[in-house]
C-alpha cells in the first residue's frame, strides 16, 4: 500500500474575499522584508571583496563610467 501512487485533482477552492486580501497584504511584506534581506547579504559580500582586494575597487565606482570623479 505504500507504494500505491494517488492522483488528486483540486477543482474549487472557496477562500473568503477577506482572508485573499490578507494572504497578498502577507506576501507583500514577507516580499519586502526578503528584498530588505538580499540587499544585506548584497552589501555584505560587496564590502567583504573589498576588503579582499584591499579596497582597490576604483575600476566599479559609477563616477567613473560618466568620465571621472565628481
Do not use: C, Q, Y
Not at 477562500?15 to 511584506?29: E, G, K, N, Q, R
Not at 567583504?48 to 584591499?54: L, P, Q, R, T, Y
Amino acid at each position: 500500500m505504500p507504494d500505491e501512487k494517488r492522483h488528486i485533482v483540486v477543482t474549487d477552492v472557496k477562500i473568503p474575499f477577506l482572508s485573499m486580501v490578507m494572504l497578498v497584504v502577507d506576501w507583500a511584506l514577507t516580499s519586502i522584508s526578503a528584498i530588505f534581506i538580499l540587499f544585506v547579504v548584497w552589501a555584505l559580500a560587496t564590502i567583504a571583496v573589498a576588503a579582499i582586494s584591499g579596497g582597490n575597487m576604483h575600476h566599479l565606482e559609477i563616477n567613473s563610467w560618466w568620465g571621472g570623479r565628481v
